[in-house]
């Protein structure tokens, strides 16, 4: 988030994203970030400008050695789904993001992180699993080696 007008608090730009990397590493005297997320993409315009700008942007920071891992973050799982399935093979080692963080998904309230099997798998129509097998998003990342972090258990 950048500014406190709503129509300007996100820019998810290639040139912002790098810049704002590049920022973040001299305000903290650092050569590298451990983990650079991806905060909040459901309030992007698109996900075709996440896929052109800002994951290239994310990708290039890690080519560079600026960050080790990147990371997903947001509250809508289904959001986080379909960034996850989409931008599957942009990057030239197969590897986008490493982690995904969800917050409010794992709680006496709400178990969806878990109990919710509305997903279809990353790798849908490998020989092992029925393609139309639905799946919870907990195992859409372990499928997918993503580490998962729940933040907001309470």
């Not at 290239?56 to 289904?78: D, F, M, Q, V």
Request: aromatic letters at 10%; one cysteine or more; charged letters at 20%.
């Amino acid at each position: 988030r950048y500014e406190a007008d709503p129509l300007h608090q996100f820019d998810f730009s290639y040139d912002t994203t790098i810049n704002s990397v590049r920022r973040s590493l001299e305000r903290m005297n650092c050569t590298y970030i451990d983990v650079i997320q991806l905060h909040d993409p459901e309030f992007s315009p698109s996900l075709s400008l996440l896929k052109e700008e800002t994951i290239p942007a994310l990708i290039e920071c890690r080519k560079r050695g600026w960050a080790n891992a990147i990371g997903l973050t947001g509250y809508p799982l289904e959001v986080q789904h379909q960034i996850l399935f989409e931008c599957q093979g942009l990057s030239s080692d197969g590897v986008v993001f490493d982690q995904s963080l969800v917050y409010c998904h794992n709680n006496l309230h709400d178990m969806s992180l878990y109990n919710d099997p509305c997903f279809p798998s990353l790798n849908d129509g490998a020989k092992d699993e029925r393609v139309d097998e639905k799946i919870t998003y907990a195992q859409c990342c372990q499928h997918s080696n993503i580490a998962l972090i729940a933040a907001a258990p309470l």
